[in-house]
């Protein structure tokens, strides 16, 4: 089964000048195809652009309509028209990747940039400003009868806004696995929340702290993930996914690899195997490398991980002497337990260990 790869040259203009900047989607592209040429697992597809009635379906109206004049309340994510078309356009490849993956056309498909962490139902923020990933999830909700999604958040910032849209879903499960907001965007006031009204217990967040590496990941995907998947048994996995829990990224401070962004790629599609027959659509976005040299291949290391698509990967920038893969892996196994304890009235796998 191939993997739809959601990409137009449009994005350029979803360029918000600071780290985020255009030309981002198009390095990511030209590596794709130096690293893997025409590769058969792989299909490009150009992506329409989002609707006002597809929008409509996360996001408030009087919202919609401040962003379409241009007036941001965000100093991190200023608007004009061609951020305005860009988002867009993205959150309308979310939509189709997960109609794609749905149908059964394409077994996965990945988001070229896609993963809007911090936007809400009623705001910008965080250089998002459409929910692609809110958007692909409610659609298939609304228009598709899909009943349980899994969101797993591999961002290092807590995807706040992803919360903020599925709070009170109990269709949803919502895992965020992030640096420590203590230390990081976006910031000490998120207190790791658990979801609201129903949908208690189905938002988990797990903090991280500072330059944790690529066995404690391992960890938490075998000790949390993989059981609560199992438990839950959702139809569809949407993974946020992208670089910058690197230990290069000049934004974060976490301490994964390339072989560790691969690693989690390959690990959620094993738990796909198991729950959804295979079914991810994968939001690949984050990473800010002054140098433009990391974040396409980081990218590129989740995707083939999810794909099971064998590659090269070779550390751009040595490593730190101090970053070991089991950094902060004791650490981790605390804060499991801490969680497994809290979530225990909710989830039987966490209650049973």
Partial sequence: MRTAILYSEKLREYDLGHV???????????VFREKLGDHPAFQVVEPPTATHQDLMMVHQEEYIRRVERCESRDPDTPLN????????????????????VHSGKYQKAAVIGGGVQHAGRHYEKGFGVFSDVGLCG??????????????LDFDAHAGDGIYQIFAKDPRVLFISLHQDTRTLYPGPSYQNPMGEGEGLGYSLNIPLPPRTGDEAYGYVLDHLISP?????????????????????DRITQMGVTLQGLYMIGARVRQIAREVTEGRVVSFNGSGYDPRGILFPLGWLASICGLAGIEISLEEPYPLPPDLHSDKGLERTRKIVEEIRKKYAPYWKCLADS
């Avoid at 028209?81 to 997960?98: C, E, F, N, Y």
């Avoid at 993974?239 to 910058?244: A, E, N, Q």
């Fill in 20 to 30: 985020l900047s255009g030309d981002r989607y198009g390095a990511f592209m030209k």
């Fill in 138 to 151: 409610e659609n298939l909700m609304q228009n598709y009868g899909v009943e349980k999604i899994l969101i």
């Fill in 81 to 100: 028209p061609g951020v305005i078309r860009s988002t867009k356009l993205m959150a309308g490849a979310g939509k189709l990747a997960g109609e794609l």
């Fill in 228 to 248: 609560l998947a199992r438990e839950f048994q959702p139809e569809i996995i949407l993974m946020v996914d992208g670089s910058d829990p690197h230990f290069i």
